[in-house]
């Protein structure tokens, strides 16, 4: 088999075990090389020819076996923070449980112990907001969706998220 079509089978296989979505030094693992420019370059290769799509810099999904949409921007998520508490929270999570009725479209808001950030992706726009507050003080305030493989923030914690980062608290419904 060809360089490519060992990528296009580990994604594959990648995807049967509920992944989909790599970064090119995963990637590179997964095919037993080192994560080099000319693997990278190799993945730009595989972009424009159309086999393999970037989701965001450095983040790759297969084209022939794409991860499940509507859990996709998560595992995305995950990848751009890894080894960090990442929590969904502020209006995502606000409009997920009904406190407010405005219904993001193709955004996810993310407290994040990482940098800042914003992202646009196939799958919608990713916003990450860093928080200074201790893990212990906010974990007792999460809890984790296994549907998505995230934790999200319960009520009490999305509000103080929304305050604390001076957001709109007007569409707040009680």
Do not use: W
């Not at 790599?22 to 290769?45: I, N, Q, S, V, W």
């Not at 990482?114 to 200074?132: A, M, Q, S």
């Amino acid at each position: 088999m060809t360089k490519k079509e060992n990528l296009l089978v580990a994604f594959s296989n990648a995807v049967k075990a509920g992944g989909g979505i790599h970064t090119a030094a995963e990637l590179a693992y997964m095919l037993g090389e080192k994560h080099t420019p000319t693997f990278t370059k190799f993945l730009a290769d595989c972009v424009k020819n159309g086999a393999v799509r970037r989701v965001v810099v450095g983040i790759y999904e297969s084209t022939l076996t794409p991860p499940e949409p509507s859990t996709a921007i998560y595992k995305i998520v995950n990848k751009l923070r890894k080894g960090v508490l990442n929590y969904i929270s502020l209006e995502s999570q606000l409009s997920y449980t009904g406190d407010i009725s405005q219904v993001l479209m193709d955004r996810i808001t993310v407290i994040t112990k990482g940098r800042n950030g914003t992202f646009t992706t196939p799958y919608g726009v990713i916003e990450l907001t860093h928080t200074k507050k201790s893990i212990h003080k906010i974990a007792p305030n999460l809890y984790f969706d296994k549907d998505i493989n995230m934790y999200r923030a319960k009520t009490t914690q999305a509000i103080a998220d929304l305050k604390n980062c001076n957001r709109n608290i007007s569409m707040l419904e009680s």
